[in-house]
């Protein structure tokens, strides 16, 4: 089944060692007027050399988050600590890395040129210039004008920007929006490389297979609130067996009563159960028995996909018309112990 989401929203600090949280949010809220709520009560932890994939739809409150993050807005309430110092303190930011939004450049100068003109604005010299595109692999392009560039290059150059502080924590905001196949396969082996070490890199994006390729912990973010986060493992949950059996409904009532199934829902005309796959021939031996035909039976693991989809719209859309309104069983306590 998906990870269970729980209740408790109260710091997790016994996971990790003061020291190891970079960025720590408190029931950060932001407001904007009586109606628009963007960002609601989020608790974050991201941690001391991790990437951390903060995922959600467009709108779900990512960016205003980030802004928040590096001082650009100020919550209506709530708390946050980046690098254990106040958001967008001269002494954090200097050891902060960013792109949020879209890359904003001179077109009319170079590439090189561009990052000389950040580089006098935070004490980075030309070594470090020279460094920073040859990380993004812009080295032979560095003389062209930015207006040239194409867009997956104008993407990288603003990771070079964001990397020339040689920063402790680099926040990525869709770096991949807009590219096409190619751009963004280059984007995703570039960050990999960049979150290596004790470096941390925060990663919004609304693109599954991004985070699921590059990410070690992801925060799933749905209407402003944190509605789940964990590891990948966590947030797929345990898996278990796929049934398919006829007649389904029939199928669906049997498998609400077997002792050894903690959840069930169907998914594509199959019924998806949270069990051990060891259980597979009892289960499938008190199918037959009660008359139903199975015709598969096999391991099945959580995408990160089904994962997503459950928590930002919920299951309903994925279940058969002939199952019960809300046709989901779930034990309570046989979660993976992913928090909201």
Known sequence: MTAHVVEDTQPRREQAAAGDLLIETRNLTKRYGARIVAVDNLNLNVRR???YGFLGPNGAGKTTTLRMLLGLIRPTSGTARVLDLEPGVPAGLARVGALVESPAFYPYLSGRDNLRVLARYCGAGDAQITDALARVELSDRA?????IYSLGMKQRLGVAGALLKNPDLLILDEPTNGLDPQGIAEMRTLIRAIGQGTRTVMLSSHLLGEVEQICDRVGVIQSGRLVAEGTLAELRGP???LVRAEPLDD???AVQNLPDVTGARIVDGAIQLATNPANAAAINRALVQAGLAVSELRPSTNSLEQVFFELTEGASAQQTPGAPQGA?????????GVRQ
């Open 49 to 51: 050399g991790e990437v």
């Open 143 to 147: 003389k062209d004008k930015f207006k």
């Open 239 to 241: 898996g278990g067996l």
């Open 251 to 253: 199928a669906w009532q």
């Open 328 to 336: 989901a069983i779930q034990q309570q306590g046989a979660g993976t």
